[in-house]
């Protein structure tokens, strides 16, 4: 166990029932501009000559447990319990941001597919669906950082065998990885790497 990251969570912890002039809240973005651009980077290539007219509209939702949906980081004490970081906040909902986080991920990934806000695609009446349900998403205690949770996907022009592809799909999935370093910003680097990984993985099961 790295001491350094629980004495930052515990003063954290330590402070939530006190009251003090000189505590200040520091605000974190799972999505900012270096964190997203590094992410997908190395993925833009897979794309090359691919126009974005030539794929699939898919509408993405993405729904988190209801104690995920805090303004404040989660961390895992032990099996049971949970610990919201009182000055360590969210900058915009965590909802939110993972959404905007897998949505890049995914199309910068895929060759085949589009993947757009589900009230987009219900305008445009398209008629395949990723709908992603995420139950873990925080660091713990043994310093790991966890994504865990389930996906969907369906088309149905697929399903009545007008389209090419995977009619219907629904898997599980759990990442983790150990923190590399103490700190909250860290654990949301961290954070922003393993949606990464959800994304690869979801593009190469819808699409093969």
Request: proline fraction near 2%.
């Amino acid at each position: 166990m790295r001491l350094g990251l629980i004495s930052l969570f515990g003063a954290a912890l330590l402070l939530t029932g006190c009251s003090s002039a000189s505590s200040s809240n520091s605000y974190y973005l799972l999505n900012s501009y270096s964190a997203a651009g590094n992410a997908s980077q190395g993925q833009i290539a897979l794309n090359q000559g691919v126009e974005p007219s030539e794929k699939t509209n898919v509408g993405l939702t993405v729904q988190l447990a209801e104690y995920l949906n805090s303004p404040y980081l989660v961390m895992q004490i032990n099996q049971h319990k949970l610990s919201y970081a009182s000055f360590h906040m969210w900058a915009e909902p965590l909802a939110d941001e993972t959404l905007k986080a897998l949505q890049l991920d995914l199309n910068a990934i895929s060759k085949t597919l589009k993947f757009v806000p589900e009230a987009e695609a219900l305008q445009a009446n398209e008629l395949a669906q990723l709908s992603i349900e995420i139950d873990y998403f925080y660091v713990t205690a043994q310093s790991k950082v966890v994504l865990a949770g389930r996906y969907q996907y369906h088309n149905k022009l697929e399903m009545e065998g007008k389209a090419k592809g995977r009619q219907a799909i629904e898997q599980t999935f759990t990442f983790e990885e150990p923190l590399e370093a103490d700190g909250y910003s860290q654990s949301v680097t961290q954070m922003r790497s393993l949606l990464l990984k959800l994304a690869k993985q979801v593009a190469v099961n819808i699409e093969r």
